[in-house]
């Protein structure tokens, strides 16, 4: 199943986990590829991957920190020029911290307001005047099941996920009649980069009573980056054309 023949799309945190997993899905479909993201290491791992697929002439890869405003105005114009414009925009770049609320300093805050929803914005701004060019355009964000479920100890995280997840609903708004879609995917219970190791600064106090809610009624255990990323691809495609101003919970019936 080819969706994506033609179709050119831009992808942050392509270096790991779920990113890197959409890559690979949408590069399996015909798709066209710049894989961003801050880690170079993660972004050649996901490059050789491609190659071994043999699909590495469709792929692009570009070192982005999205919380630098210039250098995500530096990087989005040249992503589109290598592509020769843009259809799809995937914003998985993300990080996830851990902390009592009232032992949270000001910076850690603010790092992952800045890296989760400023740089999303700041993605989104510079890339809608190409994707409102662009073939039935697509924005996919990331929300995550913080959003509207609790998750203890992550008030920064999931503060930074319900307000992209409230942007997606005025972008999608604001767009529509111009032909652009904007949709969440509020991903759970999927093992990535982000989660493997334990979640970073998790207190060692921690209540983990507070977490027995947070695991899949499928009893599977966590699921795979691939299984977002098969959501993803249909979202950005046309089987996603009726889809927009919503968000997609993926989480295995953990908040059933």
Excluded at 36 to 53: F, K, S, W
Excluded at 109 to 127: A, D, K, P, W, Y
Excluded at 141 to 153: D, E, G, L
Excluded at 163 to 181: D, F, N, P, V
């Amino acid at each position: 199943m080819n969706r994506f023949d033609g179709r050119r799309t831009l992808i942050t945190g392509a270096g790991s986990g779920i990113g890197r997993a959409t890559v690979h899905r949408i590069l399996a479909e015909g798709g066209r590829v710049v894989a961003a993201d801050i880690d170079a290491a993660g972004l050649r791992a996901t490059a050789d991957r491609a190659a071994a697929d043999g699909v590495a002439g469709r792929l692009e890869t570009t070192v982005l920190d999205i919380a630098d405003e210039e250098a995500v105005r530096t990087a989005v114009p040249a992503a589109v020029t290598g592509l020769g414009g843009l259809d799809v925009l995937v914003n998985a770049a993300g990080i996830l911290r851990a902390s009592h609320t009232h032992e949270t300093a000001l910076a850690d805050f603010q790092q992952v307001i800045s890296i989760n929803l400023t740089g999303t914005f700041l993605m989104i701004r510079e890339s809608l005047p190409a994707l409102l060019e662009g073939r039935a355009p697509v924005v996919v964000n990331f929300s995550s099941t913080s959003a509207s479920f609790a998750h203890p100890y992550m008030s920064a995280y999931a503060a930074s996920k319900g307000a992209i997840q409230s942007m997606t609903h005025a972008i999608a708004s604001e767009y529509g009649k111009q032909g652009l879609r904007a949709v969440c995917v509020a991903p759970g219970s999927i093992a990535s980069g982000m989660t493997s190791g334990g979640v970073p600064g998790l207190p060692e106090d921690a209540d983990m009573s507070l977490f027995d809610k947070l695991f899949p009624a499928l009893g599977e255990g966590f699921a795979s980056p691939d299984t977002v990323a098969g959501v993803i691809a249909m979202l950005a495609s046309q089987d996603g054309a009726f889809i927009t101003g919503t968000e997609i919970r993926i989480d295995g019936g953990t908040h059933m």
